[in-house]
């Protein structure tokens, strides 16, 4: 009886520290995450990565809001070192392959995502609605999380990209274009991709993508899994280097070039 009363106890004992090494956890988590506008440890993307194609959608009005949004001050894209040389891997890899990197957007300054937010409260301004989000009534978007406060991107490890094929000039089709707020974005929309095993089917819009639109996301997606990056389960075009730098970090400086010795 009393060495079962110890065990209870011991067992009660684990229990409370358990809760208190979860609660002592989250909370110096939340208190790490830092806020700073400090670059240095920043790289202008085409100085690592001299063959990517910049098409900056959030400097220009061609994006899911129909303006410039707040923080972008040139049309170009900054990345953490880490993260720029990583990348530099992988377009060499696809280089050889017959294409070049084409970049929609990398780091994004807190004050870029604020915009988004601003936008997505504001319900009436749907000026881009046939272009990104046709399927969807705007009040969702925060709901299904297509908007949030934050973004992987504020912490400067992560890139939207597609492939530029030189052969033919154009973009490599990806069955969908970037910032489509759908299903269909989805890396596992009619296939596998941890296969790469094409299934077909339609999402409940009757949309759908080729076997080969398909075989393209993969050839961007392996190029980037191989060079240490992680996918996204809802875009295609989105990727995060695994061991990105700055995991509790959002930085707030503009996008514009970076000068100086980097
Ligand atoms: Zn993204």
Redesign the pocket.
């Given at each position: 009886m009393k060495k079962n009363e110890l065990l209870l106890l011991a067992a009660v004992a684990v229990f409370v520290s358990s809760i208190c090494v979860i609660a002592c956890y989250s909370s110096s988590y939340k208190s790490s995450l830092s806020v700073t506008d400090d670059s240095s440890q920043f790289v202008t993307l085409t100085d690592a990565v001299p063959d990517a194609i910049l098409e900056i959608r959030y400097f220009g009005t061609y994006n899911f809001v129909g303006h410039r949004i707040d923080g972008y001050e040139e049309p170009t894209a900054l990345l953490t070192k880490r993260a720029a040389d990583s990348l530099r891997a992988v377009s060499d890899d696809v280089m050889a392959l017959g294409y070049r990197l084409k970049i929609y957007?990398a780091y994004r300054p807190q004050q870029g995502v604020d915009h988004f937010v601003r936008w997505a409260k504001d319900i009436p301004d749907t000026v881009m609605k046939d272009y990104f989000y046709p399927d969807l009534p705007k009040d969702v978007l925060f709901e299904r999380e297509y908007i949030m406060a934050h973004?992987?991107?504020t912490r400067g490890s992560?890139v939207?990209l597609t492939l530029f094929d030189m052969a033919t000039e154009k973009e490599l089709d990806m069955g969908g274009t970037f910032d489509w707020f759908g299903p269909e974005s989805h890396p596992d929309f009619c296939g596998n991709p941890e296969t790469g095993e094409y299934k077909g089917g339609s999402s409940d819009y009757g949309r759908s993508i080729t076997a080969e639109q398909f075989a393209n996301r993969m050839i961007l997606r392996k190029a980037m899994l191989r060079h240490g990056f992680k996918p996204?389960s809802t875009?295609w075009?989105?990727f995060t280097l695994e061991e990105e730098p700055f995991p509790d970090t959002y930085f707030t400086f503009p996008v514009k070039q970076l000068n100086g010795e980097k």
């Amino acid at each position: 009886m009393k060495k079962n009363e110890l065990l209870l106890l011991a067992a009660v004992a684990v229990f409370v520290s358990s809760i208190c090494v979860i609660a002592c956890y989250s909370s110096s988590y939340k208190s790490s995450l830092s806020v700073t506008d400090d670059s240095s440890q920043f790289v202008t993307l085409t100085d690592a990565v001299p063959d990517a194609i910049l098409e900056i959608r959030y400097f220009g009005t061609y994006n899911f809001v129909g303006h410039r949004i707040d923080g972008y001050e040139e049309p170009t894209a900054l990345l953490t070192k880490r993260a720029a040389d990583s990348l530099r891997a992988v377009s060499d890899d696809v280089m050889a392959l017959g294409y070049r990197l084409k970049i929609y957007d990398a780091y994004r300054p807190q004050q870029g995502v604020d915009h988004f937010v601003r936008w997505a409260k504001d319900i009436p301004d749907t000026v881009m609605k046939d272009y990104f989000y046709p399927d969807l009534p705007k009040d969702v978007l925060f709901e299904r999380e297509y908007i949030m406060a934050h973004s992987g991107h504020t912490r400067g490890s992560t890139v939207d990209l597609t492939l530029f094929d030189m052969a033919t000039e154009k973009e490599l089709d990806m069955g969908g274009t970037f910032d489509w707020f759908g299903p269909e974005s989805h890396p596992d929309f009619c296939g596998n991709p941890e296969t790469g095993e094409y299934k077909g089917g339609s999402s409940d819009y009757g949309r759908s993508i080729t076997a080969e639109q398909f075989a393209n996301r993969m050839i961007l997606r392996k190029a980037m899994l191989r060079h240490g990056f992680k996918p996204l389960s809802t875009e295609w075009w989105h990727f995060t280097l695994e061991e990105e730098p700055f995991p509790d970090t959002y930085f707030t400086f503009p996008v514009k070039q970076l000068n100086g010795e980097k």
